[in-house]
Every structure is written in C-alpha cells, then in structure tokens.
C-alpha cells in the first residue's frame, strides 16, 4: 500500500544577501531536502524556492566525484559540474590542491581516499571561486579539526571580503552560533522556528532536556 511521506511542509523563510544563516534539526527533519531544493537538485511538489546569483554547493561528499578516477582528474571534472571552464581550473589548479594539502596524492584514484581526504578535495574546490551562494551541509564535521578551522577561515574571508551568502547545516550548534547570523529549526519536516542563531540553537538543544 502506498503511502505518501513529505519530508517539508510549508516551510517559508528568507535569507538575505550577505547573510551566514543555519538550519538545525534532529536527523531525518528534511535539512538536507531543503538545501537540495535550494540547489536546484530537487524541485519542490508545491511552492517556490527562488536563489538569484549562482551557488556553490558541498551538499553530499563524493557527488559529483568518480572514484575510479584520480584527484587530479576529479578537480577538472568536479569544476566542470560547478560552471568552470577548463583555464579556470588550470589557472588555480595549485591553490586547489594546496588548500587540500593532498599533492603527494594527487595521481592516487579517489576509491583510496579517506572521507576527510574526499571532504577536502571537495571544499577546496568548490571555494575556488567566490560564489554568490555557498552551501555547507556538514562536511565540515567530516575533516580533522585543523582542517575544520582552515574551512571556517576561508568562510569567514569570503564572508567578510566578498560577502558571499552562506548556508549551513550542522549538528555542532556551537559552530552554528559561532558562525550563523540567523538560523532555521526544522523538526520533522516542520519549521519551528526562525532567528537570531544563538535563540534558536538555545531552543532546539532544550528539546532534549
């Protein structure tokens, strides 16, 4: 028998230009869903999402990756997904693999790859360019912490020199608050709430007292 499951309903916020803004929830709440909408991986069955600018997004580690292939060859292959030509990438190709400080692996195919080696292949490129949108759901937590703290400088510079608008979703609050501005608490497919990051996250942790 066939039974109709809606992972969102009626969810309505938005986020302006410039903003770093948070989506928390417990698993299974539709975080994930959302950001894909908000990607254009997913169409909404009722409503409208509307982005203006272009977007950049780390949503599932791995898309957009062929594991058979080299690091090398997924940079080139992973930019052409995200919109950039082919001198864009050779142009900063060494700022890339840099970032992800993974050049003694580069000609290593990426089914060899660690999740937190795969995470940082990933960010690096898809913050090669200053996008009008950037992302984040929860690769960050993959990564050691080092790197971890390299990925919320680079947010912070593309926030503060580019004013590049900014999602992201974690189950760590305290780097929601310590990053977010505003944040959306998605319970169960529902919006419970929309806010400043440090009201809303202090309202989702109380759900388990």
């Excluded at 995200?82 to 400080?101: C, K, M, N, P, T």
């Excluded at 929601?176 to 505003?182: F, G, S, W």
């Amino acid at each position: 028998m066939f039974k109709e499951f809606r992972a969102l309903n009626d969810i309505t916020f938005q986020v302006r230009r410039g903003d770093v803004f948070g989506l928390v929830g417990t698993n299974g709440s539709g975080k994930s869903t959302m950001l894909k909408i908000i990607a254009g991986v997913l169409e909404p069955s009722s409503g409208t999402c509307t982005v203006r600018g272009s977007i950049a997004p780390l949503i599932e580690l791995g898309a957009g990756f062929d594991p058979e292939l080299t690091a090398r060859e997924n940079i080139y292959l992973n930019g052409s997904l995200l919109g950039y030509s082919r001198d864009f990438i050779d142009s900063h190709f060494d700022e890339i693999v840099d970032f992800a400080e993974l050049r003694d692996f580069l000609d290593m195919p990426l089914k060899n790859y660690s999740s937190g080696m795969v995470a940082r292949i990933a960010f690096s490129i898809a913050t090669a360019t200053e996008p009008d949108l950037l992302i984040v759901d929860e690769t960050l937590s993959v990564g050691d912490f080092l790197f971890q703290q390299k990925c919320e400088e680079r947010i912070q510079s593309l926030i503060d020199d580019s004013h590049v608008t900014v999602m992201l979703v974690s189950h760590d609050t305290s780097q929601v608050e310590r990053m977010c501005d505003r944040c959306a608490w998605i319970e169960k497919g529902h919006l419970r709430m929309v806010g400043p990051a440090d009201e809303v996250c202090s309202a989702y942790r109380s759900l388990g007292d």
